[in-house]
């Protein structure tokens, strides 16, 4: 799985990318060797960030991110974009349109209309751009409890 990853990845980000992992870069020794992760880390392109996962301890960490936060908020070009490891009801700029990206859940949930799954469980162990994100959350229904939490949004099913 780590070679398909990183094979897809290398493929598809350039060196002047910015990349965000929406948690769960690794999870322990993998295969027995300490130095796994670190050499998986160098070998990826681009500015790589990371919002911590569950799986993200202080090793993952300390790889050497561009950033490494909770949570994030970015503009990717027309799109507003609030990034959690965890799937969440609602988010700042959620009435404006914010999308919100999250992983945490593997393939279990896809997500809703506005709040994605972007766990590489989901996408073909491929990294994903924000316009394919958009495209793919614009065909899933909206949250059955969006209206309880964002009254008055005027979205509908």
Known sequence: MDARILSNYQA???????????GDFGFGETGGKPDHLERIFKALPGRKHLIIGNHDGERVQRLGWTSVQPMAEIKDGQYRVVMCHYPMITWNGARRGALHLFGHVHDTWMGSRNAINVGV????????RIDDIARFGADLPLNKHWHDVEPGTGQTD
């Open 12 to 22: 598809c980000v350039r060196p002047d990318d910015d990349f965000w992992f929406v």
């Open 121 to 128: 469980d989901l996408w073909d162990f491929m990294p994903v």
